[in-house]
């Protein structure tokens, strides 16, 4: 089954097994999160363009992933926990993540963006596929305390070649676990296809494992809602893991230090472009008479407020202490720690 509810057009396809789920959406909810879209590319490129400007290290664009991350991230509820990769920076805003958190690692300031805690998320993971074996470990703690919250791991295409996520999924199956493993499927790992990583749908390996599986157009972003939601409905029932697959496009690099043009044809990218995920929902909030001129001009400058609070907040980072790498190792003094401080001031001293 592919999961469609707005076409290429933004025309709603009738589905008698996911209308259910979004029937009490308003035509305001739609333009929530059609601003939620525009405001996420808007930060990507600017943070993009402070990292080609020399304000950030790297930077992994999301560009073309915005339904895919905004329809699942605003399904969850505040107690369920997201582990992600590097990439899903629209699931960190909706979590409640500020644009200038998106920006602070990669600024190499800090180790951490946000409080976990706080938000309901883990740093992001940049081994791939790892995020997946912790938040099976944490839906395993779920589940031993009783409660009814849900982690969700974001992982890619290529990550389904890591022998951690196939770890993952055995664990979660065997133990009933209430995890959602969210693949987006943006069809290249780097510059690998995922026609060559796998012969099947991405989908078809979940039910190896024994976990069911829902294949939705990544680009719609009522489609992903609904699957969101019916994969958190099953886990919060006890019904144990569920595999997503949410077919979408990288439009830009894998990160800043890539350059697609060397491994993609040009063809493919207008393709997809047709399928955009922001102009899919323009048009159908269109058709509804729910978006105007009046509305994107509002929408379009509260984009750009984000984006200004983005670069300033990012260029007034201050870079920390050399020796702060040492305070948050462990929770208490530790011996080996405390040696290792103390040889790195030594070693520092000496540039005095």
Known sequence: ???????????????????????????????GFYRDMVVVRRLDAEATALQRQGEL??????????????????????DDFV??????????????ATPVD???VWRGTTASGWDPYAIGMATPQVIIGAQTLHATGYAMGIRADGADSVAVA???????????????MVFAASFKAPVIFFCQNNQWAISEPVTLQSTVELADRAGGFGIPAIR????DVLAVLAA????????????????????????????????????????????????DPISRLADHLRSLGALDAAADERIAAEADAAAAELRSGCLALAAPEPLEIFDHVYAEPHPVIERQRAEYARYLDGFA
């Open 228 to 275: 969101t939601r019916t994969a958190l409905a099953r886990a919060r029932a006890g019904d144990g893991p569920t595999f997503i697959e949410a077919v979408t496009y990288r439009m830009g690099p894998h990160t800043t230090a890539d350059d697609p043009t060397r491994y993609r044809d040009p063809a493919e990218l207008d393709t997809w472009q047709a399928r």
């Open 154 to 168: 974001y992982f890619g295409d290529g990550a389904m070649s890591e022998g951690d996520v196939s770890e993952a």
């Open 1 to 31: 089954m592919f999961v469609q509810l707005l076409d290429e057009q933004g025309v709603r396809i009738p589905s008698p097994d996911f209308d259910s789920v979004v029937a009490h959406l308003t035509a305001a909810d739609l333009l």
């Open 57 to 78: 290290a790297l930077w992994p664009p999301l560009l073309g992933q915005e339904a895919a991350q905004i329809g699942s991230g605003r399904a969850l509820r505040a």
């Open 102 to 104: 998106l920006v602070r």
């Open 83 to 96: 582990f992600s990769s590097y990439r899903e920076h629209a699931v960190a805003y909706t979590r409640g």
């Open 216 to 219: 939705v157009d990544g680009n």
